[in-house]
């Protein structure tokens, strides 16, 4: 078990095996290095259309994780969240990755697993909607997520649209892949 340092709550990432493998992946792609300004402006989407102030496009390696895809609109605060780089211990879409399917949070607090997390304390990040990316031969890259520094009731809607959220940008993703190959 490891414990946050500055918080003392216990962290519970999980082991992610498939990291070296998507790491691979990511650079064939040319992904998770730098921003992508298509894939900002996907996140402003994503965010436009959940009515979320935050969303990012997050490509998730062994040590951390990269928001390509970056978008925090005009009414949210002004506290430097996100980053474009995170540990991958911080935030909830390493889970997302790991476990290969969405994860809802509607309030990070009522989850012991999650509520310790350093975003919580150091972001105030109080709401989470994440879906996998997965890729055409199964690698799950990253997520399409938006968070909201509120308790968010996402609903069964919600999640439906960030898992349609996220297997269009997985088409993105290979359309780009086609016309490089």
Not at 88 to 114: M, N, S
Not at 126 to 138: F, K, N, Q, V, W
Not at 145 to 174: F, M, S
Request: some cysteine.
């Amino acid at each position: 078990m490891t414990y946050y340092e500055s918080t003392g709550h216990l962290l519970l990432t999980p082991v992610d095996r498939e990291a070296p493998a998507r790491v691979v992946r990511l650079r064939e792609l040319g992904l998770g290095q730098r921003p992508d300004p298509e894939l900002d402006l996907f996140a402003r989407r994503a965010a436009q259309t959940l009515a979320a102030p935050y969303a990012g496009v997050n490509f998730i390696g062994e040590e951390r994780q990269f928001f390509a895809g970056l978008h925090h609109g005009p009414d949210a605060p002004a506290s430097g969240y996100p980053a474009r780089t995170l540990p991958r211990d911080h935030g909830y879409c390493p889970h997302v990755v790991v476990r290969r399917r969405a994860l809802v949070l509607e309030d990070v607090r009522d989850f012991a697993r999650f509520a310790g997390n350093a975003v919580v304390d150091e972001s105030g990040v109080r709401s989470y909607l994440g879906a996998p990316l997965t890729d055409r031969r199964g690698i799950v890259l990253g997520t399409v997520c938006v968070v909201d520094g509120v308790p968010r009731k996402w609903g069964t809607q919600g999640l439906a649209t960030a898992k349609e959220l996220a297997a269009e940008l997985v088409a993105l993703l290979h359309e780009r892949e086609d016309r490089q190959g």
